[in-house]
C-alpha cells in the first residue's frame, strides 16, 4: 500500500506519480472499505477537476500541500458539496468553503468529500448517525471514536493523507486514540471555526489527524492566522518549554479511572515507563479540578448551548438520543448559567495552579473501548465515560495532543494524550515528536519510514544550532530557556568542522571552524528559539563568535554559532574530543 505521508507523496510526484493517478488509487481503495460507513459524499470527476486543473503545470516545490488528498467532517462546509452534519433534514450546500478549509486549498490540498459523524457533533462514539455506524478501523465489532469517526477512519485505513475534524469534547482525540493516529486540539481560536457548524459555539475548535509530527506542523500551519470571518479568533504568544529533564503531571493514582478495564490501566502504566525512561520525572496531580470541569459540559449550561445551535430543527429531525442530551438543556436560566461560569472560572484557577508545577500533563486519552452493541445497549453513560480525560480541556482553554502508544493483546490501539495551556501547541507537538521517535514500533508501526529525524522549524521560531556553553546543563543555557525557547534534539554537525576552545574566560566557550581536510563530527544541540526573542540573543554572543549558517550530519542547514578564523589566536583545537562536554569533563579533571 502506497505510503500517504506528505514527504513519501512529495517523493512520489518527483518521481513521476501524477495527482490524478493517485486519486484514482484511493477513490477504489475507499470503495472497497465502503462497509465501514466513514464517508458521507464522495467528489466525482467534475468536481475534482478544478482541484486537479489548479495543479497543472506545477510541481510539488510549489505549493506546500501539493496534490496531498484529505477528507473534511461533515459539519465543515465545502463550496459547492452538501454540508449535512449527519441530519439530512439540516442539509444545505454553501458557496464558500469553511476558512481552514480553503487555506489547504490554497496550498494545493485536494478535498476527496465529506466523512460522517456522531450528528450535530454530539459524541464521542462515531454510532450517532443515520449514514449508519463507523467502525473502527482495525475492528469493525469496535467503535471508532467521535465525533469525528469518519475522518479518523478513513485516514487509518490509508484512504487519505489527513483529515479535519472539530474538537468540542474530545472529538478529535478519543478517535484518533481507537484508530492509532496522532490528534490535535489546538488551541481555542486558532484556527477558524468560519464555515463550521458549532456544537458549542464558545468552545468548539477545527481539529486534524495526521500520521506524523512532521505532517501535523506542515498542515498547521498552512491553516494558521487570524480570520476576521470568525469572531472567536484570535492569536497568542507561543508557550514553550524543555525536552530534557522534564516534568510531567499525571492524576493521583486514585484518581485514575478505567471502568475496570485492567488492559487499559496496563497499558498507561507502560505507557507512563517508557516516559520516565525517556528521563521525565512524574507528578502526581490532584485531578479534582479538572474532573470537576469535565463534568460542567454536560451538566451545565453548554448543553442549552448546544441545544441552542440546533434551535431550527424540528426534533423529530434528529436522532432519538440526540434529542435526549438536548433536552437537558431546556429550562436552564441565566442565574444557573453564571453560577456555572463562577465555579468555571475558580476551577480554572485551580487547574492552573496544578499545571504550573509541570512541563505537560499526561493521561490516557480514553479510560476504555467498547464494542458498537455495548454502546448501543448503553448509549448515554458509555458515551459519558469515554469523555473522562477529554471534556474539560476547552472548558479551561487548554491545548492537547493525542498519540498512539500501543496496542492491546486483541491488536486495538491504545492512545495517550499531553495537554498544557492555551499556546503550548508547537511544544506538545515537539514533545510528541520525541515520544513517536524513541518507540521504533508506536502502536505497532515501524516508525523509521515516516519519522523524520528532525521536525520542520515551527512557524515564528528559528533553529538554532549550539555546540559549547549553550548546551543543555551548560553555564550559558539560560540564555536559551529564559527566552522560551526549547530542545529540538541532540545532533553532529557534518564531519567538516574543527572545534576549537577559545582562549580566556570564564565562561569557557568554543569556536566552530568549518575545514573539509581536517574536520570532524562534532556534537551539537538544535533549539528553537522564538523570532521575538533572536535579536536579543544573537546581540549578546561577543566576537570572535557569530551566528551563520551550520551543516548538520543529516545535511540540512540551520543557523549556529560559528567563528572567525581571528578566534584561532591563543585557541587550543579540541576537534578530537568530539565535543565541548567532554572538553569540559577534562578541563575539570
Given at each position: 500500500m502506497r505510503d500517504l505521508a506528505i514527504a513519501a507523496l512529495q517523493r512520489d510526484y518527483r518521481a513521476g506519480l501524477k495527482p490524478a493517478e493517485l486519486l484514482a488509487e484511493l477513490r477504489g481503495r475507499i470503495a472497497a472499505h465502503a462497509d465501514h460507513h466513514a464517508w458521507i459524499a464522495l467528489l466525482d470527476d467534475a468536481q475534482l477537476a478544478p482541484y486537479l486543473a489548479r495543479l497543472e503545470g506545477q510541481g510539488p516545490e510549489s505549493l506546500p500541500l501539493y496534490g496531498i488528498p484529505f477528507a473534511i467532517k461533515d459539519n465543515i462546509d465545502l463550496a459547492g458539496v452538501p454540508t449535512t452534519a449527519a441530519c439530512p433534514d439540516f442539509a444545505y450546500t454553501p458557496a464558500r468553503s469553511a476558512t481552514v478549509v480553503q487555506r489547504l486549498v490554497d496550498a494545493g490540498a485536494i478535498p476527496l468529500g465529506k466523512t460522517n459523524l456522531d450528528q450535530f457533533a454530539t459524541g464521542l462514539v462515531g454510532t450517532r448517525s443515520p449514514r449508519g455506524a463507523v467502525r473502527n478501523a482495525f475492528d469493525p465489532d469496535y467503535i471508532s471514536g467521535g465525533s469525528s469517526a469518519g475522518s479518523a477512519v478513513a485516514l487509518a485505513l490509508g484512504e487519505v493523507s489527513f483529515s479535519l475534524g472539530t474538537d468540542t469534547a474530545g472529538s478529535g482525540r478519543v478517535p484518533a486514540a481507537f484508530n492509532n493516529l496522532l490528534g490535535i486540539k489546538p488551541t481555542r481560536g486558532r484556527w477558524s471555526t468560519a464555515g463550521v457548524v458549532p456544537a458549542c459555539r464558545s468552545l468548539d475548535c477545527p481539529s486534524l489527524f495526521?500520521?506524523?509530527?512532521?505532517?501535523?506542523?506542515?498542515?498547521?500551519?498552512?491553516?494558521?492566522?487570524?480570520d476576521a470571518a470568525d469572531p472567536w479568533s484570535r492569536r497568542g504568544r507561543p508557550v514553550s518549554g524543555r525536552l530534557e529533564g522534564l516534568r510531567f503531571g499525571m492524576p493521583r493514582p486514585e484518581q485514575l479511572e478505567f471502568f475496570g478495564d485492567t488492559t487499559y490501566a496496563a497499558l498507561f502504566a507502560q505507557a507512563a515507563e517508557r516516559w520516565q525512561a525517556l528521563g521525565a520525572e512524574l507528578v502526581r496531580l490532584d485531578f479534582t479540578p479538572f474532573s470537576e470541569a469535565a463534568r460542567l459540559l454536560y451538566e451545565g449550561p453548554w448543553v442549552a448551548e448546544r441545544r441552542h445551535a440546533t434551535r431550527d430543527m424540528a426534533p423529530q429531525a434528529m436522532l432519538p438520543v440526540l434529542r435526549r442530551i438536548l433536552e437537558g438543556g431546556a429550562g436552564i436560566g441565566a442565574e444557573q448559567t453564571f453560577e456555572a461560569f463562577y465555579r468555571l472560572q475558580a476551577l480554572k484557577q485551580a487547574a492552573d495552579a496544578q499545571l504550573a508545577l509541570v512541563d505537560a500533563v499526561l493521561t490516557p486519552t480514553a479510560p476504555t473501548h467498547y464494542r458498537i452493541a455495548e454502546l448501543e445497549a448503553e448509549p448515554l453513560l458509555l458515551n459519558s465515560r469515554l469523555g473522562t480525560y477529554t471534556n474539560f480541556m476547552n472548558l479551561l482553554d487548554y491545548a492537547a495532543v493525542a498519540m498512539p502508544a500501543g496496542a492491546t493483546p486483541a491488536g486495538l490501539p491504545f492512545g495517550?494524550?499531553?495537554?498544557?495551556?492555551?499556546?503550548?501547541?508547537?511544544?506538545?507537538?515537539?514533545?510528541?515528536?520525541?515520544?513517536?521517535a524513541a518507540d521504533p514500533r508506536p502502536g505497532g508501526r515501524d516508525a523509521s519510514r515516516w519519522m523524520p529525524a528532525l521536525p520542520p522549524t515551527p512557524p515564528g521560531r528559528i533553529e538554532v544550532a549550539v555546540c559549547g556553553a549553550h548546551l543543555s546543563g551548560m553555564s550559558l543555557n539560560h540564555q536559551l530557556t529564559s527566552r522560551s525557547a526549547f530542545r529540538v534534539c541532540a545532533t553532529h554537525s557534518a564531519p567538516c568542522y574543527r572545534l576549537i576552545a577559545l582562549a580566556g574566560g570564564p565562561p569557557f566557550r568554543p569556536g566552530m571552524i568549518r575545514d573539509a581536510e581536517r574536520g570532524a563530527a562534532i556534537e551539537v544541540e538544535v533549539w528553537s528559539v522564538p523570532e521575538a526573542e533572536f535579536g536579543s540573543f544573537v546581540a549578546g554572543i561577543p566576537a570572535p563568535l557569530g551566528i551563520g549558517k551550520l551543516e548538520l550530519a543529516d545535511g540540512r542547514w540551520v543557523s549556529g554559532f560559528i567563528c572567525e578564523p581571528a578566534g584561532e589566536t591563543g585557541a587550543r583545537d579540541i576537534t578530537h574530543l568530539g565535543g565541548w562536554r567532554r572538553y569540559m569533563a577534562e578541563k575539570r579533571a
Open positions: 495526521a500520521l506524523n509530527p512532521e505532517d501535523a506542523r506542515r498542515i498547521g500551519t498552512v491553516m494558521d492566522g487570524l495517550i494524550t499531553l495537554f498544557g495551556p492555551a499556546w503550548s501547541d508547537d511544544y506538545l507537538l515537539a514533545l510528541a515528536q520525541r515520544w513517536m
